[in-house]
């Protein structure tokens, strides 16, 4: 769905790459800014929050073009839609090299939260030493760092899940792919992503409920049916 829509606009990114932003993107910043605001300052706080989630998915969508560039593989796009995104390679690339390629995304923004959460530290550490109670402009800017490093905790561990097309089932499938053969690989991602695929709904209600988050992303069921059945590899072969 969100990987068939046409640009609203685009730009030349870091390494000359194109990038799109996609309209439902937009959506996804009305539902994160307009359904939240009900005062200029707070509408101010939640671009703020939404800028944040921006640029999270954008740097992991660039982790794994920085994967494919160092490998010499060419980089066609990155777009930017309601779900997330996604970075597409302009040729294929080997199970060996996808690994890389695929593991960049969830280890930039593990590495945004641990920077992020020192620095959090760092600000609560400085404070303490202050005469007086911190300003309530510091504590926002620390809730804000604060959100940034759960947010890309919350990305890393969500992509990691083990279902189609997140990175955590393609890197499943390719360690699978390095132990048994394509095919036996294939049928037990297959068979993982179908549970994953049984429970999915019910958990992002509950994610909803919990703590109000609205995620616009439903894995295949019909993919990892297949999967499941030897009807595709998911893109992957035993070709290292």
């Given amino acids: 769905m969100f990987g068939n829509e046409s640009?609203?606009?685009?730009?030349?990114?870091?390494?000359?790459?194109?990038?799109?932003?996609?309209?439902?993107?937009?959506?996804?910043?009305?539902?994160?800014?307009?359904?939240?605001?009900?005062?200029?300052?707070?509408m101010i706080w939640s671009l703020g929050l939404f800028a944040v989630l921006a640029a999270s998915i954008f740097l992991h969508e660039l982790g794994h073009a920085w994967g494919c560039r160092v490998q010499d593989v060419p980089v066609r796009r990155i777009v930017l839609h309601g779900a997330g995104g996604f970075c597409e390679r302009a040729t294929t690339a080997s199970n060996r090299q996808q690994e890389l390629i695929v593991a960049m995304g969830p280890i930039v923004n593990l590495f945004l939260w641990a920077v992020i959460s020192l620095v959090v530290e760092a600000l609560w550490f400085r404070a303490q030493s202050w005469d007086s109670y911190p300003g309530e402009e510091v504590m926002r800017v620390t809730w804000l760092l604060s959100t940034a490093a759960n947010l890309n905790l919350f990305l890393a561990l969500f992509n990691l899940i083990p279902v189609q097309p997140l990175d955590g089932g393609k890197l499943f499938q390719l360690a699978l792919i390095r132990v048994l053969d394509p095919q036996r690989a294939t049928r037990i991602a297959g068979i993982v992503g179908l549970a994953v695929c049984v429970v999915w709904i019910p958990a992002m209600m509950v994610l909803y409920l919990s703590i109000g988050w609205i995620l616009f992303f439903i894995p295949s069921f019909r993919l990892h049916l297949g999967m499941a059945r030897l009807r595709g590899a998911g893109g992957l072969r035993r070709r290292n």
């Fill in 7 to 42: 640009p609203v606009f685009a730009f030349r990114g870091p390494f000359g790459i194109r990038v799109e932003i996609a309209g439902s993107f937009f959506l996804l910043a009305f539902l994160i800014v307009g359904l939240r605001v009900t005062s200029a300052e707070q």
